[in-house]
């Protein structure tokens, strides 16, 4: 893995890796070699699996972050490219035709988190939700709970309790002394 | 409750009409202009009537007799609940001794099991199986999902009560009932059909417009004529 890392280090703009395992490991890249890397980790390094590519809002820091976890299947490693997008009007590269399975991963995101991919076939059609005319539900903005107390009717007659004083009272109701 | 941010507000926009849903001219071969309503033109607008009771109590006590021991299930499984279904269908559990049967459409069948939740997606093929279903038909309910959405409290997707959307017969408690559970919901169902308390197809033809408009509330591409027979 750290010869692979050697390797683009010479071409590329690398972040420090994170190596959660010996064959596991998170590097942050540039957003314009993104497509460069995965190309040349598809073709020269074995890395012919794309696994998944998911994204995480760091809202405070007014971010996306595109996570591109490729496998070599041979060599039995893993490698997460993480790319960060600017939260406002994010817009990712297309890898469709790189790997088609990303065309999905692209249209989930551009529905869940609202990052567009120019150019990714289908990518701004419906992909789970219908009719949804809100935010995109996966962006912390979004407050999923105020937004089913306002869609949908609640029965009434459910409490919540907070465990740690409704254990407190339910073990030891005597605790502290003299309260009952 | 204290974890909600109050400034959050949701839009309420209108979702257009899918383009080969609208109405619009179209030519025939032959040249005629026509105007067409694709959903108008192919379904009947009828509303649901009430069903009468019959003319004397001995003769209704015996429908609903008969109505009770005739319960056909329609297999339509959303949520967890689906699973339980089948041991229940299968030896280990056999409802069919029972007498009670699954069948695989809506035409055939007259009980609606809404095993668990309901995403608003899921929801309105429920709605659409339901309104199929020949008359008399019931719904039950299945876990805290359709009763006041158990787990899914906070979500985004799932709807909180069911018998906003739908008139239910019989719930049955329980995140997910066991078979056992279910088949004692059974038996209940059969005792409240069998006292002539099983209206909820009535009370939804009563209450249509409630009904829909609560349908409608939460499905915002409504893109099914309002009464699907």
């Known amino acids: ?180 | 409750m204290k974890d909600v941010d109050d400034k959050f507000r949701k839009t309420d926009t209108e979702v257009p009409l899918r383009e080969e849903l609208r109405p619009r001219k179209v030519t025939t071969p032959d040249g005629q202009e026509i105007d067409i309503d694709p959903l108008r033109d192919y379904f009947c607008e009828a509303k649901p009537k009430v069903h009468p009771k019959a003319y004397s109590k001995i003769v209704e006590d015996f429908y609903n007799w008969a109505r009770a021991n005739s319960l056909w299930i329609l297999g339509f499984g959303t949520g967890c609940g689906a699973i339980e279904m089948r041991p229940l269908m299968t030896p280990r559990f056999d409802a069919y001794r029972y007498g009670i049967q699954w069948r695989p459409t809506p035409r055939q069948a007259n009980l609606l099991v809404i095993s668990g939740y309901l995403s608003v997606k899921t929801l309105k093929r429920a709605i659409r199986a339901y309104e199929q279903m020949p008359q008399p038909k019931y719904v039950m309910g299945l876990g805290s999902c359709t009763i006041n959405g158990g787990m899914y409290w906070d979500s985004y997707n799932t709807i909180k009560r069911l018998d906003d959307y739908l008139p239910v017969d019989m719930y049955v408690a329980g995140c997910m009932p066991r078979p056992e559970a279910l088949l004692h919901g059974f038996m209940e169902l059969k005792r409240v059909i069998r006292e002539g308390k099983g209206e909820g197809a009535n009370k939804y033809a009563e209450n249509f417009d409630q009904y829909k408009a609560n349908q409608k509330a939460v499905i915002k591409d409504w893109d099914m004529p309002d009464y699907n027979w």
């Open chain 1, 1 to 180: 893995m750290r010869e692979i890392l050697y390797r683009l280090k010479d071409r590329y703009h690398l972040g420090t890796p994170t190596f959660q395992r010996t064959d596991l490991c998170f590097v942050t890249v540039r957003r314009d070699e993104i497509r460069a890397i995965l190309t040349e980790l598809r073709d020269m390094e074995g890395f012919t699996h794309l696994t998944f590519l998911t994204a995480v809002d760091w809202i405070e820091e007014q971010l996306f972050q595109l996570t591109y976890m490729v496998n070599n299947r041979e060599a039995n490693l893993s490698l997460g490219l993480r790319v960060l997008l600017d939260r406002e009007d994010a817009t990712g590269d297309t890898i469709h035709d790189l790997w088609p399975t990303a065309a999905t991963y692209q249209r989930e995101l551009r529905e869940m988190f609202g990052i567009k991919f120019p150019g990714s076939p289908r990518v701004d059609e419906e992909f789970i939700l219908e009719g949804w005319t809100d935010l995109p539900p996966y962006r912390r903005d979004f407050d999923t709970l105020a937004y089913s107390q306002q869609t949908y009717n609640d029965r009434p007659g459910r409490v919540t309790h907070d465990p740690k004083t409704h254990m407190q009272k339910t073990l030891y109701p005597s605790y502290p002394k003299g309260a009952k």
